[in-house]
C-alpha cells in the first residue's frame, strides 16, 4: 500500500471543532487507501488521551507539544523576520522539522498532504514526492476583517499579518501540486486575490456526520425555561464566535424581547471569553461553557442562529443544525459555501432587523418544513462520503490535468 505523510497543526481528534472535524474526516478517509503516517502538534494536553484513536488508524504517530498560548507567541517574535507571518513562528518545531526531513530523505513516503497553511513550511521545495496543501481557508482574509475592525495598535498588526501571510499562502500554492479549500466559493477568492494560482487550486467540500446528527435519535431537553430557544454553538473563545454572539445579543435579542413568551438565546460552547461570559447578566441570556454534548441544545432549540460576521469557508454550526433538521436564521458571511437555498432550506438575514424578522416569522410557524428540507438539503450535498471522493484524483495527480473547476454554484445549491 502506498505510504502518506499527513502533517496537522493540531492533534486532529477529537472532531469537535471545525479544524479537527475537518482534518479527521479527511484522515480518517485517506487511511482506508493509505498507510499514514502522521505527524502533529499538541495545544492541548487533555487531547493526548485520544492518541490510541490516532494510532489504530495510522501506520505511525509522532506529535509534539507546542507549550501554552505564551510559550507560542513568544516563539512566533522571536522568529519574527521582515516580511514574514508571525503564524508560521507560531507553529514552527524544530523537532517535527527534523522528523520530516529524515522521512524524505529515506524515500518513506510517496506523497504528503499538509493540513492548513501553517504546515506548508515543513514541506516547501521538496520536489521529490506529491505534495497537497489543504488550506482550508484563506487565513489571510480573515485577519484582513480583523483589521478592519480594530482600533488602536492591533490594527497595523493585524493589517501586517494579513499582507505577509497573503504573500506566503500564494507562495505555497505555486509551490504544491494542489492546494485545496473549503468550498469553491473561498478558491475562488483566493483565485481572486492571487491570480497566477488558479489553476493549481481545487477544493473539497466541508461535509456533516449525517449518523451522529440524526434528529431521530431522542434527546434530553436541556432547557429549563418555558419560552422557544435560541441556540448558538461553537468554540467561545474564538473571535468570530465572540463577536457574533455579543453583535446578537446587543441588535437582535432586544427586537425580540417583546414577544410572548420571550425567547431565550443560549450560547454553548467551550471557553467563554470575558465578553461572552458578561453576557450571562442580561435577562433572556445564557452562557454553558463546555457542554457534554452540544446535540441536545441543537435538538430542542427552535432555532438556530448564526450571525457570524467575520467567516471564512464553510460553517459546521450551520451544516451540523442543519443535518438535527432545525431552522437556521443564518448572516450572508456564515451562508457562504453551504449547498442549500436560502428562503427553502434556511434563512438568510444581514441586519438586525431582518435577522429579528425571520427568527419571528419561524417562530409564528411561517416556515413549516424547513427544518426537513434543511436535513436533505446537507445529505445532498454535505456528505463526507461523497465530498472526500474528490480526495482520489487530486492525491494521485489525475485532477492536474484539469483547471480549477468551480461549478455553478446556482446550480449546486438548487
Given at each position: 500500500?502506498?505510504?502518506?505523510?499527513f502533517?496537522?497543526?493540531?492533534?486532529?481528534?477529537?472532531?469537535?471543532?471545525g479544524?479537527?472535524?475537518?482534518a479527521?474526516?479527511?484522515?480518517?478517509?485517506?487511511a482506508?487507501?493509505?498507510e499514514?503516517?502522521?505527524g502533529c502538534l499538541?495545544d492541548?494536553r487533555?487531547d493526548?488521551?485520544?492518541?490510541?484513536v490516532?494510532q489504530?488508524?495510522?501506520?505511525?504517530?509522532?506529535w509534539?507539544e507546542t507549550g501554552?498560548r505564551r510559550?507560542?507567541?513568544?516563539?512566533?517574535?522571536?522568529?519574527f523576520?521582515?516580511?514574514?507571518?508571525l503564524?508560521?513562528?507560531?507553529f514552527?518545531?524544530?523537532?517535527l522539522?527534523?522528523?520530516?526531513?529524515?522521512?524524505?530523505?529515506?524515500?518513506?513516503w510517496?506523497?504528503?498532504?499538509?493540513y492548513?497553511?501553517s504546515?506548508?513550511?515543513y514541506?516547501?521545495?521538496?520536489?521529490?514526492?506529491?505534495?497537497?496543501?489543504?488550506?482550508?481557508?484563506?487565513?489571510?482574509?480573515?485577519?484582513?476583517?480583523?483589521?478592519?475592525?480594530?482600533?488602536?495598535?492591533?490594527?497595523?498588526?493585524?493589517?501586517?499579518?494579513?499582507?505577509?501571510?497573503?504573500?506566503?499562502?500564494?507562495?505555497?500554492?505555486?509551490?504544491?501540486?494542489?492546494?485545496?479549500?473549503v468550498?469553491?466559493?473561498e478558491?475562488q477568492?483566493?483565485?481572486?486575490?492571487?491570480?497566477?494560482c488558479?489553476?493549481?487550486l481545487?477544493y473539497v467540500n466541508n461535509g456533516?456526520?449525517l449518523?451522529?446528527f440524526?434528529?431521530?435519535?431522542?434527546?434530553l431537553?436541556?432547557?429549563?425555561?418555558t419560552?422557544?430557544?435560541?441556540v448558538f454553538?461553537?468554540?467561545?473563545?474564538y473571535?468570530?464566535?465572540?463577536?457574533?454572539v455579543?453583535?446578537?445579543?446587543?441588535?437582535?435579542?432586544?427586537?425580540l424581547?417583546?414577544?410572548?413568551?420571550?425567547?431565550?438565546?443560549?450560547?454553548?460552547?467551550?471557553?467563554?471569553?470575558p465578553?461572552?461570559?458578561?453576557?450571562?447578566s442580561?435577562p433572556?441570556?445564557?452562557?454553558?461553557?463546555?457542554?457534554?454534548?452540544i446535540?441536545?441544545f441543537?435538538?430542542?432549540a427552535?432555532?438556530?442562529?448564526?450571525?457570524l460576521?467575520?467567516?471564512r469557508?464553510?460553517q459546521?454550526?450551520v451544516?451540523?443544525?442543519?443535518?438535527m433538521?432545525?431552522?437556521?436564521v443564518?448572516?450572508?458571511?456564515a451562508?457562504?459555501?453551504?449547498?442549500?437555498v436560502?428562503?427553502?432550506?434556511?434563512?438568510?438575514?444581514a441586519?438586525?432587523?431582518?435577522?429579528a424578522?425571520r427568527i419571528?416569522?419561524?417562530l409564528?410557524?411561517?416556515?413549516?418544513g424547513?427544518g426537513?428540507?434543511?436535513?436533505?438539503?446537507v445529505m445532498?450535498?454535505?456528505?463526507w462520503?461523497?465530498?472526500?471522493r474528490?480526495?482520489d484524483?487530486?492525491?494521485?495527480?489525475?485532477?492536474?490535468?484539469k483547471?480549477?473547476?468551480l461549478p455553478?454554484?446556482?446550480?449546486?445549491?438548487a
Amino acid at each position: 500500500m502506498r505510504r502518506l505523510l499527513f502533517l496537522a497543526h493540531r492533534i486532529p481528534y477529537p472532531p469537535q471543532k471545525g479544524e479537527k472535524i475537518r482534518a479527521w474526516h479527511m484522515l480518517d478517509y485517506l487511511a482506508e487507501r493509505w498507510e499514514v503516517d502522521l505527524g502533529c502538534l499538541v495545544d492541548d494536553r487533555a487531547d493526548l488521551e485520544y492518541l490510541p484513536v490516532l494510532q489504530s488508524r495510522c501506520a505511525e504517530v509522532q506529535w509534539w507539544e507546542t507549550g501554552s498560548r505564551r510559550q507560542s507567541a513568544l516563539r512566533a517574535l522571536l522568529r519574527f523576520r521582515p516580511g514574514k507571518p508571525l503564524t508560521l513562528g507560531w507553529f514552527h518545531n524544530p523537532s517535527l522539522a527534523a522528523w520530516v526531513e529524515q522521512g524524505l530523505a529515506a524515500g518513506r513516503w510517496d506523497a504528503a498532504f499538509a493540513y492548513s497553511s501553517s504546515m506548508a513550511p515543513y514541506l516547501l521545495r521538496k520536489h521529490g514526492l506529491r505534495r497537497v496543501l489543504d488550506m482550508v481557508d484563506v487565513d489571510s482574509e480573515k485577519w484582513r476583517a480583523y483589521a478592519e475592525g480594530a482600533r488602536g495598535v492591533m490594527r497595523p498588526v493585524w493589517a501586517r499579518e494579513a499582507r505577509t501571510l497573503l504573500g506566503f499562502e500564494r507562495q505555497a500554492a505555486l509551490d504544491f501540486n494542489q492546494t485545496l479549500l473549503v468550498s469553491p466559493e473561498e478558491a475562488q477568492r483566493f483565485a481572486d486575490l492571487a491570480p497566477d494560482c488558479a489553476d493549481r487550486l481545487n477544493y473539497v467540500n466541508n461535509g456533516v456526520d449525517l449518523s451522529r446528527f440524526d434528529p431521530d435519535r431522542t434527546y434530553l431537553n436541556p432547557y429549563a425555561g418555558t419560552g422557544p430557544a435560541l441556540v448558538f454553538t461553537g468554540t467561545m473563545d474564538y473571535r468570530p464566535n465572540v463577536d457574533a454572539v455579543c453583535w446578537f445579543a446587543d441588535t437582535v435579542m432586544p427586537l425580540l424581547a417583546g414577544r410572548s413568551p420571550a425567547p431565550t438565546f443560549h450560547i454553548v460552547g467551550a471557553n467563554p471569553a470575558p465578553a461572552v461570559r458578561a453576557l450571562a447578566s442580561r435577562p433572556g441570556v445564557q452562557v454553558t461553557g463546555a457542554v457534554p454534548d452540544i446535540r441536545p441544545f441543537i435538538a430542542h432549540a427552535a432555532v438556530a442562529v448564526a450571525p457570524l460576521r467575520i467567516a471564512r469557508g464553510i460553517q459546521n454550526k450551520v451544516l451540523e443544525a442543519m443535518a438535527m433538521a432545525r431552522p437556521v436564521v443564518a448572516s450572508p458571511e456564515a451562508y457562504e459555501g453551504v449547498r442549500a437555498v436560502a428562503g427553502q432550506d434556511l434563512l438568510v438575514a444581514a441586519s438586525p432587523a431582518e435577522m429579528a424578522a425571520r427568527i419571528g416569522a419561524v417562530l409564528e410557524g411561517e416556515h413549516p418544513g424547513i427544518g426537513e428540507r434543511a436535513r436533505r438539503a446537507v445529505m445532498k450535498g454535505h456528505d463526507w462520503s461523497a465530498t472526500l471522493r474528490r480526495l482520489d484524483p487530486i492525491l494521485s495527480g489525475e485532477a492536474d490535468a484539469k483547471a480549477m473547476a468551480l461549478p455553478a454554484l446556482a446550480e449546486e445549491r438548487a
